[in-house]
């Protein structure tokens, strides 16, 4: 056991759990609030927050569903998991499943999954389907492969999963002491804004806060298929976690959009690397592009009419910058400067005005 305690301990009496349900916990969840440096004053918010997602143990809000899907599929004795993934939900059913011995079953599009995140899948031991086909191909494949095989799904579609993710909405509320007014956030096959939406209305009711935040969710322009209205056969985004042309939970995040007065619009992929980069280079956090999407969808936000003036605002940092380190490469290079281990070639290079 981690000294802090994981999400159904810090969060038990929210959760569908009972004694049954075992403890697990890789101790995921109570990320980081931190507060913005300098973007937050190029937009005039009162103020501006990035939750770091990317904190948690396999550096990706996954792990806060993971974890309840995972107790949940123990407790009614399964053995087996599996999941469609664009990879950050296989590095999560890969580590939960190894730590608590299910056997783990993940199909992910071939050959547009970030390195990182396929390293973690091998490392933890999961078997892996690169399937010749979008990520939306292997979640109808898994969910005609769970018809007839005993394994458990655990794609957001498992209910459980989205009862995890909730927990993040909540922390948000205990640390602010109150909703805030936006909360900004990417969407790909929308469990998560589903998730926050949950979590958010749950707290209101409870009376831990009076009001509830506007979601504003943001899709890369090239898979927005809930901005176009209408599914996206082919997908195309840097932003690979949120390269999906048909979410799952399309009318709730639709349903969450609506019911908080929110918006879900779309960036970009340039818009998602200048701000995948002023988050780096201003702010020192390292998201990947798809968790960049929420502040390039905010950074977008006066132009569309939206007075951020006086507003506080949360951006959702989904998921680790060393995730993506191909993006990386490609769009933060920076060129080395070779150098011989001495003062006096150190010092020539530096005086050179380079
Ligand atoms: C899964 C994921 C998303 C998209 O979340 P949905 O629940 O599919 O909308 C965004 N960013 C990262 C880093 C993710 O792993």
Same mark, same amino acid.
């Given at each position: 056991m981690s000294m802090m305690p994981g999400v159904i301990d810090r969060y038990r009496e929210h959760l569908p759990v009972t004694d049954a349900t075992p403890a697990v916990s890789l101790g995921e969840g109570s990320t980081p609030l931190v507060r913005s440096q300098s973007i937050s004053d190029s937009l005039g918010c009162k103020d501006?927050?990035?939750?770091?997602?990317?904190?948690?143990?396999?550096?990706?809000?996954?792990?806060?569903?993971?974890?309840?899907?995972?107790?949940? =599929?123990?407790?009614a004795g399964k053995k087996r998991?599996?999941?469609?993934?664009?990879?950050?939900?296989?590095?999560?059913?890969?580590?939960?499943?190894?730590?608590?011995?299910?056997?783990?079953?993940?199909?992910?599009?071939?050959g547009e999954i970030?390195?990182?995140?396929? =390293?973690? =899948?091998?490392?933890?031991?999961?078997?892996?389907?690169a399937v010749n086909g979008s990520f939306d191909d292997a979640l109808t494949a898994v969910r005609e492969i769970v018809e007839i095989m005993d394994i458990e799904l655990v794609n957001s579609v498992n209910p459980y999963r989205i009862e995890g993710q909730k927990t993040g909405a909540f922390e948000i509320v205990d640390e602010l002491g109150e909703a805030p007014d936006l909360l900004c956030i990417p969407v790909g096959n929308a469990g998560n804004i589903t998730a926050y939406w949950k979590g958010f209305t749950e707290y209101q009711s409870m009376g831990k806060s009076e009001t509830t935040p506007k979601m504003m969710g943001f899709q890369a322009a090239g898979a927005a298929p809930i901005v176009r209205g209408e599914p996206v056969l082919k997908p195309e985004t840097i932003a690979t976690a949120i390269r999906i042309g048909n979410p799952a939970s399309w009318e709730k995040a639709e349903a969450a959009r609506d019911e908080s007065e929110g918006m879900i619009d779309m960036v970009e992929d340039s818009e998602i690397v200048d701000a995948y980069l002023r988050l780096a280079r201003e702010e020192g956090i390292f998201c990947e592009p798809a968790s960049a999407a929420s502040v390039a969808g905010l950074i977008k936000l006066p132009e569309l009419g939206v007075d951020?003036?006086?507003?506080?605002?949360?951006?959702?940092?989904?998921?680790?910058?060393?995730k993506d380190p191909g993006t990386a490469e490609k769009r933060a290079l920076v060129e080395l400067e070779y150098v011989e281990p001495d003062i006096d070639s150190v010092m020539k290079l530096l005086n050179s005005g380079k």
């Amino acid at each position: 056991m981690s000294m802090m305690p994981g999400v159904i301990d810090r969060y038990r009496e929210h959760l569908p759990v009972t004694d049954a349900t075992p403890a697990v916990s890789l101790g995921e969840g109570s990320t980081p609030l931190v507060r913005s440096q300098s973007i937050s004053d190029s937009l005039g918010c009162k103020d501006l927050y990035f939750k770091l997602e990317g904190c948690n143990p396999t550096g990706s809000f996954k792990d806060r569903g993971m974890v309840m899907a995972i107790a949940k =599929a123990l407790e009614a004795g399964k053995k087996r998991i599996i999941c469609a993934s664009t990879g950050n939900t296989s590095a999560a059913a890969a580590a939960y499943g190894a730590r608590y011995q299910l056997e783990t079953l993940v199909l992910v599009p071939a050959g547009e999954i970030a390195l990182g995140k396929l =390293a973690q =899948a091998m490392a933890y031991g999961a078997r892996i389907l690169a399937v010749n086909g979008s990520f939306d191909d292997a979640l109808t494949a898994v969910r005609e492969i769970v018809e007839i095989m005993d394994i458990e799904l655990v794609n957001s579609v498992n209910p459980y999963r989205i009862e995890g993710q909730k927990t993040g909405a909540f922390e948000i509320v205990d640390e602010l002491g109150e909703a805030p007014d936006l909360l900004c956030i990417p969407v790909g096959n929308a469990g998560n804004i589903t998730a926050y939406w949950k979590g958010f209305t749950e707290y209101q009711s409870m009376g831990k806060s009076e009001t509830t935040p506007k979601m504003m969710g943001f899709q890369a322009a090239g898979a927005a298929p809930i901005v176009r209205g209408e599914p996206v056969l082919k997908p195309e985004t840097i932003a690979t976690a949120i390269r999906i042309g048909n979410p799952a939970s399309w009318e709730k995040a639709e349903a969450a959009r609506d019911e908080s007065e929110g918006m879900i619009d779309m960036v970009e992929d340039s818009e998602i690397v200048d701000a995948y980069l002023r988050l780096a280079r201003e702010e020192g956090i390292f998201c990947e592009p798809a968790s960049a999407a929420s502040v390039a969808g905010l950074i977008k936000l006066p132009e569309l009419g939206v007075d951020l003036t006086g507003k506080t605002v949360v951006c959702i940092l989904t998921g680790n910058g060393l995730k993506d380190p191909g993006t990386a490469e490609k769009r933060a290079l920076v060129e080395l400067e070779y150098v011989e281990p001495d003062i006096d070639s150190v010092m020539k290079l530096l005086n050179s005005g380079k």
